[in-house]
Nanobody, 114 residues
């Protein structure tokens, strides 16, 4: 069983930065994808960024502003978010997939004020 615990959300002004962390318990290998999704009120959950091994993938809306990284020794994935915009406001969820089984964190709120 895998558990994901996010931290680092909060309130920030537009143009500011936040760093999200997601610590995973259980056996996760670098070949297992880890990533971040977000869900704003009234909208579907959408992909923000994923990392598998050293390969990264970003939503177009965050390219150049967000950076995903992972520390395999700590089973932790990070999301550095710079130049935040009000439209980045959402609940951010950590994600992994192990043997086609998805796992989700409880979510952390990110609010960007204009």
């Amino acid at each position: 069983q895998v558990q994901l615990v996010e931290s680092g959300g909060g309130l920030v002004q537009a143009g500011g930065s936040l760093r999200l962390s997601c610590a995973a318990s259980g056996s996760i290998f670098s070949s297992n994808p880890m990533g971040w999704y977000r869900q704003a009120p009234g909208r579907q959950r959408e992909l923000v960024a994923t990392i598998t091994g050293s390969r990264t993938n970003y939503a177009e809306s965050v390219k150049g502003r967000f950076t995903i990284s992972r520390d395999n020794a700590k089973n932790t994935v990070y999301l550095q978010m710079n130049s935040l915009k009000p439209e980045d406001t959402a609940v951010y969820y950590c994600y992994t997939n192990i043997f086609v089984t998805p796992y989700w964190g409880q979510g952390t709120q990110v609010t960007v004020s204009s």
